[in-house]
């Protein structure tokens, strides 16, 4: 589509069309009140007001803030200390999700700062976002197109589209043609009317739905979400349950308020509505996504976003585009081929000489590498190459031993007649460009090239063939590595580009797919089921649109695949935005890195592994320490409901629970959280935690509630001694709990075992401690049946676990 500039605005006086000075100082002030400036609105992410309100203002935060709150009312500040693990999980999360808010407000699509342009009848460097519509840039090799513009005229002017469009080729470009903004110049020069910007330019279009604000898709968040969302229902029934239990077990309500044993009551309420929360494994797992991203971050692989640790262990499906992450987006020098000169003809001086030119595009920039350039060429004419012609030529003098004229080109275009050698030449070039090679023919004609203007397509006459040369896209030194080890892995592979099919398919094959024929995405079927069987059935498409891509991952994510994309450019950012796990290199353009949940750094493909590892870790050790936590819950749930409806008072004190937390699950978790295990993803996770914690949470509530039927048949105990029966029974239990999902043991995970025990003898034998805590050892006869309580309690844990683990062995 060809876009006129618009040289009149409505309401807008004075405006006019640009000239060879270009515009003046009030034209440009007008047009920038008009709203024609380069400028984008700012993002739609979340206000940090709104982040820190989403993080704060839920009904767990609202609980566990009216309970400390009330502690503290009470004088109990000693069992308040849960107030401290709800403040970290609010700060993690506000931090988390504000760094992710800073990078899509920092979403810009251009690399570059500085823009040419003529005003007032100079030259003027100025900010990109200050160029207006009417502009007339001054482009050059290296410049990144600031706004879409329309080209006035130019010498040789290639542009690079590779991050817009994923077709590596270069577009040469003459007047009138249209180049868009974030596109950049590779050869030749030449300047631009602007017709195109801020939010209307191309660059912006395709990139305004990355700027919608989400979270990474997270099995272990999602989950945690579902089992949070569980408890939010039980938590009001059993707070009420709970409060009218311990008021009736101090005399009922009336006697309660009245002799200020209400106190009592409230403080036994929070204990077993605290105990229901989680809260330690949210806070543990933000940890150990935080460190992981420090791991990842020593091996130059950025973490957007914390959860996005885990990703790419459990990804099904990588989608890799071609340009930029399987090859390092430049062209290369392949082969001669068909050559009919003899050695030393000096056609490959003449070639050198091509490479060499300062007005070479970036194709024949490459044979400057293979083909050192001769200081002693002096051409007596030259032409430059065009779009119109597709070759370029020079022409050495008599005097010199490469005289005559040479022409470096598209064979179609350059050679003419009929003869048998040249149908030979363009039939194996031919055969060669369906491979998937970029294929150019050196050409020789004696005599003088003939004035050429930038329009003249037709080469000089005679022109013999004198060697077929064939350019390909540089491939990563490791690619093929890394996807063999994602196969070896399980993972399926899809090439996805924006290139020609079969270029993309002679890529793939040299990184070890097996790719026949490229898939041509101009034939994708509309239907999503269609798309998806079509994806089930090729690995390698190409002319693939930004929408294509985005569809493409959307389809086999609607098949039940977890699906990471790579990609370095800005066609591909609506796909990394809709992938479970987007991956920009290094080099990528600003908006790819912005919306990608992970950055390689330094472009190297090798990093991967080591993501996958770190995932698998992180995954496979909070499903261990999950066990802990859940079983928790699930044993104060059932002790408060039995507590609660048998009108029994809670067996333990809020701080008495945070020591047993401690000792039976956040310190040794802490440090199982962030121990090596190279476990494979499976999926699952809640499931196979629910179905060793819940049976191993009532198996503890059990012995809890067994030793408190004990102490009140008996009677003559004090209600301090009772809680520390509870106690003793509770880290017991827990404590074997520990010891059995910690298997297989080492070293490293016995001493932490054995540090807790010890710690459970120091809370119940020194005084300080035991003063703090609110413990009393209690009399002999409640120790044997506290000790025997836990016993029994782990004699049930035991076969509970072997037979968890031989069924999860089985599947």
Known sequence: MTHQPALNHPGVKGIRSPIEPGLSSAEVMARTEAGLANSVSGSPSRTLWQIFRGNVLTLFNAIVGCSFALLLLLGQWKDALFGLAAVGNILIGVVQEYRAKKSLDRLAILNASLARVVRDGTAQDIDMQDVVRDDILLLGVGDQVPADASIIDGDGLEIDESLLTGESNPVSKGPGSEVLSGSSVVAGHGRALVVRVGADSFASNITAEAKRFSMVNSEIRNSLNRVLSWITWLLLPVMVLVVNGQMQANGGWEQAIATGRWSTGAVGAVASVIAMIPLGLVLLTSVAFAVGGIRLARQKVLIQELAAVEGLARVDVLCLDKTGTLTEGRIVFDAIHETSASPDSGWRQVLGWFGADPQANATARC?????????????LSTAAFSSVRKWSAVTFGADQFVSGTWVLGAPEMVLRGDTLGTARVLEAAARLASS??????????????????ADDA????????????TFREKVRPDAARILGYFREEGVELRIISGDDPRTVAAVAREVGLDAKNGYDARKLPKDPELVLEVLENNVVFGRVTPEQKRDMVLALQRGGHTVAMTGDGVNDVPALKAADIGIAMGSAAAASKAVSRLVLLDGRFDRL????????????????????????????????VTFGSLLMEFPFLPRQLSATDGLTIGIP??????????????????????????????????????????????GGHTISATRTASVLTLSLTGLWTLAAISRPLNLRRAAIIGAMYLGLVFVLT??????????????????????????????????????????????
């Open 367 to 379: 044979l400057a590498e293979r083909f050192p350039s001769e200081e002693g060429l002096h051409p």
């Open 669 to 714: 978790a802490f440090f199982l959280a962030l121990m090596p295990n190279t476990r494979r993803y499976s999926p699952g996770f809640l499931k196979r935690s629910l179905s060793f914690a819940v049976p191993a949470g009532l198996i503890v509530a059990a012995a809890v509630f067994g030793v408190n039927v004990y102490a009140m048949a008996v």
């Open 766 to 811: 020194v005084p300080p401690l035991q003063d703090f805590f609110g413990l009393e050892w209690p009399p002999n006869d409640l120790l044997l049946a506290a000790l025997g309580s836990g016993l029994g309690g782990i004699l049930a844990i035991e076969p509970l676990h072997q037979f968890q683990g031989r069924r999860n062995a089985r599947k």
């Open 609 to 640: 592994p080591g993501v996958v590892a770190e995932g698998r870790r992180v995954i496979a050790n909070i499903e261990r320490v999950s066990v802990l936590f859940l079983s928790k819950t699930a044993y104060a749930i059932v002790l408060s």
């Open 436 to 453: 998937g090679l970029r294929t150019l023919v050196l050409a020789h004609a004696s005599g003088t090239l003939p004035v050429q203007g």
């Open 458 to 469: 037709q080469s000089p006459a005679g022109c013999a063939p004198i060697c077929l040369l």
